[in-house]
């Protein structure tokens, strides 16, 4: 199948007879581990000791986050550029669509808490890595569909880079540089399915877990009790923006009244095989 834009869509047939060509995963023990307990499934990613099956993250930087205020000057600067993007170019999940957003719902994760990721592919790996006007991934609220804020994820072709600070210099006290990372399964996985649906990485051979995702920064533009950069959403009760007017969209749900899931998006929108059907590839999924 092919979506709009050209991006075929990923088949777990073709995944599988690809990653049974490439790679040997092993299963022991995966059972029996528990969210703080190291796990390595081989053939997948290789070693990789800080992964857990429960959803974790970690920070990209030691004491990032110590120098982080939301009101120092280049803090406020960053969010009101992220606010005027989203509100001239991306309020809505309508607009995302256009702009050429992929949905990436929060894929097996357990906790997940009324809101999703949408990542433009053209945008991820390109060479601006904290750019407002274009943010890789938007944060969307899937009771209102609209936007919350915005992700950055630093990476260039493909490949993980070190993230730039928000502000202060390396060893500061006042340095500011809030980024994290998902180590544990469901973040790895929905990192994967973004790379396998969208990038096409199959297609060279490569249906590796990565040991951990790229790293990524939010920056939230509703007011959010754990600051500018929290990792976890805001509360419901910091959500109260209307409904979008119109989902931008044939669908048969409407925006305020059904949740944005899979289920309200056109086929075109969908790939063929949505993350819980690949999830059969994964040990401890």
Not at 57 to 68: E, N, Q, R, S, T
Not at 101 to 106: E, G, W
Not at 255 to 266: C, M, N, S
């Amino acid at each position: 199948m092919n979506d709009s834009d050209g991006y075929r869509s990923v088949s777990r047939r073709t995944l599988l007879r690809t990653s049974i060509g490439t790679a040997t995963v092993s299963t022991v023990g995966v059972g029996q581990a528990s969210a703080t307990e190291r796990v390595s499934i081989d053939g997948f990613g290789g070693e990789c000791p800080d992964a857990t099956l429960e959803p974790s993250m970690g920070h990209c930087v030691d004491g990032g986050m110590d120098g982080c205020v939301d009101d120092h000057p280049a803090t406020v600067e960053l969010q009101a550029a992220v606010q005027e993007t989203l509100e001239e170019r991306y309020p809505d999940v309508g607009t995302l669509v256009d702009a050429g957003y992929k949905p990436y719902f929060d894929t097996l994760d357990r906790d997940a808490d009324g809101w999703s990721h949408w990542i433009n592919p053209e945008y991820v790996g390109d060479e601006s890595v904290v750019d407002p006007e274009r943010p890789e991934s938007v944060l969307v609220d899937n009771e209102t569909w609209r936007s919350l804020g915005v992700m950055f994820i630093a990476a260039q072709d493909g490949e993980e880079i070190e993230p730039p600070a928000v502000y202060g210099e390396d060893d500061s006290e006042d340095r500011c540089s809030p980024w994290h990372y998902h180590a544990g399964l469901p973040g790895r996985f929905a990192w994967w399915y973004y790379r396998q649906a969208y990038e096409r990485d199959f297609e060279t051979g490569d249906v590796s877990l990565p040991c951990r995702t790229p790293c990524m920064l939010h920056v939230w533009t509703v007011d959010h009790p754990e600051g500018v950069h929290a990792h976890d959403g805001p509360p419901q009760e910091f959500r109260d923006g209307e409904p979008a007017d119109d989902p931008g969209f044939e669908t048969g749900a409407e925006p305020g009244t059904d949740e944005l899931d899979w289920d309200a998006l056109p086929e075109d929108l969908v790939p063929e095989q949505r993350p819980d059907e690949l999830a059969a590839l994964i040990p401890g999924l």
